[in-house]
């Protein structure tokens, strides 16, 4: 059976709106799919529907379907997309007085039963604000071989969205696990869009034109290998590298768990084609577990945030003055108040912006009066009583509620998976009948020192000299996978990155756990840090909340490097 050719169109909710229409019109596709979901994102759908009850959908999605629908009905290709959210059976309404306005007649299914929040508490899951779990791809599969046009789900793995397609082409059953596993990695490369074709890729500038990369195509075979790829003529390049650094982005260790399979990521074999094309091949899976992860989100409280510009000299003595003078103003001191100094000014600086450091405070406390307009009040009746220069970078706002995430996990049979077709039809989808009770758990890779004696003479340089790195958030903990382009050059990365040098690099780090995991066949090693983020992307106020640019911090980091190794080879 021919390969079965899967776009994405979406990495998130906000991503570029006409990737859709390219997508469809830049070349031949079976499938399109579209991710908009992630952590924050569920939070904000799930406001949307305690403020409208018809809301908790991604709207953007919609807003593509109305142009976009009767091309994909034209050329044959079939929507796949979890812009469902927390109101699938919403969109699927939606997108059906949609096309009825648009005088075509798809055939719209949609899958749900993930939303768990009604039956928290009983689950043990507490009172969350929005509780779903992450459904695997044989609904998908089910609606689109009942003949469906266009599926829309809620919450599901973000790979489901290519394993799907994928069971419903090639027939798979439960227990081809390599086959699943292996439409899994393809899924966890295309899911982010762009990421896969240059976005956010550490050798960016080796790309001849990032100016407007083309999103990713997964052409999957019956043996669960796949060739990444994107339509000809678009932006961006597809290579090992990029590949690469998509498959370390959010994960931990070998093992990627997932509804339907187990994934070994420590199996993959990746292979330049050239033109554009990646080969996946060797994926080996494993049965999944039995239970299902759940996110949740509980309503925490309330928060604001000041930041104020401090300029020239004597900054921490101002930024000392107005902290003493901002608290004393208070009237009700903040259950949690973060003060965070950012040291960007420059003795002697041309500019003034060069010439400045930021002071940013952040409260958070249940009642919303408190970090509400006294809190704001407090800040601005500041404004000629406090240190020279001062000023914000802009006016404070009222507060707002925020809200943190944990993960949850559940017996998988106790998690309704239903398809609801376009006649009214409903099927149910049981539970992976090959699930486990007792995976097999992940160690941390030890470490392996040796003596640098052994790769000669080094030099003092960044690590990012030969060396690439992705990160991501994982809840309240982010992982940073780094890896090297030349296999000469692994044996070293292995024995320098030790877990004590990368929390040396990364002094954040220090205190906290580290897991350390080799992947000899991406040359890679993947760090996760457990409560970096502490409670999540919605609650923490480092300053990258979502660790995105803690790989490029550990790349600008600087170790010693063999000479023989020359610069980015």
């Not at 309404?93 to 007649?105: D, H, I, M, P, V």
């Not at 896969?196 to 001849?208: C, H, P, R």
């Not at 960007?344 to 500019?351: F, G, K, Q, S, Y």
Request: aromatic share 6%.
């Amino acid at each position: 059976m021919s390969a079965v050719r899967i776009g994405n169109a979406s990495g998130f909710y906000g991503d570029r709106f006409a990737a859709m229409q390219e997508m469809l019109t830049g070349g031949e596709l079976d499938y399109l799919t579209g991710d908009y979901l992630a952590e924050l994102t569920m939070l904000i759908l799930g406001r949307d529907r305690l403020k409208d009850s018809t809301l908790g959908y991604a709207k953007t999605f919609l807003r593509q379907m109305e142009t976009n629908l009767g091309t994909a009905m034209d050329r044959g290709v079939k929507i796949v997309s979890n812009a469902g959210g927390v109101n699938p059976a919403g969109l699927a309404e939606a997108l059906t007085r949609l096309a009825g306005e648009l005088g075509l007649s798809p055939s719209i299914a949609y899958v749900d039963g993930d939303d768990l929040t009604a039956s928290a508490a009983d689950l043990g899951l507490g009172t969350p604000l929005t509780a779903n779990a992450y459904l695997g791809g044989f609904g998908i599969a089910a609606a689109l071989q009942a003949g469906a046009d266009i599926v829309v789900t809620g919450r599901v793995t973000d790979a489901s969205l290519t394993v799907g397609p994928a069971i419903a082409h090639f027939g798979w059953e439960p227990d081809n696990l390599d086959q699943i596993a292996g439409a899994m990695v393809a899924g966890h490369i295309i899911e982010c869009g762009t990421q896969a074709t240059g976005g956010n890729y550490a050798f960016f500038t080796e790309i001849a034109d990032l100016r407007h990369p083309g999103f990713p195509i997964a052409e999957v075979e019956a043996d669960g290998s796949s060739v990444i790829t994107k339509h000809a003529g678009t932006g961006g390049a597809v290579t090992v590298g990029t590949v690469t650094a998509q498959l370390l982005y959010e994960v931990g260790g070998p093992r990627y768990l997932g509804p339907d399979a187990t994934t070994c990521l420590d199996t993959i074999e990746i292979e330049d084609l050239g033109d554009d094309r990646v080969r996946v091949t060797g994926v080996r899976g494993e049965a999944p577990p039995d239970t299902l992860k759940v996110s949740l989100n509980h309503l925490a409280g309330f928060r604001n945030e000041i930041t104020m510009i401090l300029t020239g000299l004597d900054i921490e003595a101002k930024a000392e003055l107005v902290r003493t003078q901002f608290e004393s103003e208070l009237h009700h001191a903040p259950a949690d108040l973060t003060w965070t100094l950012t040291r960007l000014d420059h003795t002697d600086a041309p500019t003034q912006q060069q010439a400045s450091a930021v002071l940013q405070c952040v409260a958070k406390d249940p009642d919303p009066k408190v970090v509400g307009r006294q809190f704001s009040s407090a800040a601005v009746e500041l404004a000629l009583a406090s240190y020279p220069g001062f000023t914000m970078s802009a006016p404070p706002g009222t507060g707002s509620p925020f809200a943190v995430f944990e993960p949850g996990y559940v017996p998988a049979h106790s998690v309704p998976h239903r398809v609801h077709l376009a006649d009214g039809t409903t099927l149910d989808i049981d539970a992976s009948p090959v699930a486990t009770s007792a995976p097999v758990a992940d160690t941390s890779s030890p470490d392996e020192p040796a003596d640098p004696a052994r790769w000669g003479l080094t030099r003092r340089a960044p690590l990012g000299d030969i060396a690439g790195a992705r990160s991501g958030d994982k809840g309240g903990s982010a992982n940073v996978g780094v890896w090297v382009r030349n296999p000469d050059h692994f044996e070293w990365l292995v024995a320098t990155l030790t877990t004590d040098r990368f929390t040396a690099l990364i002094p954040e780090a220090a205190e906290l756990t580290v897991h350390r995991h080799v992947f000899p066949n991406l040359l890679a090693i993947n760090f996760v840090i457990e409560g970096i983020l502490g409670r999540g992307v919605a609650d923490n106020v480092r300053f990258d909340p979502q660790a995105k640019g803690l790989g490029e911090w550990l790349r600008s980091r600087h170790i010693d490097i063999p000479i023989e190794f020359g610069e980015l080879t």
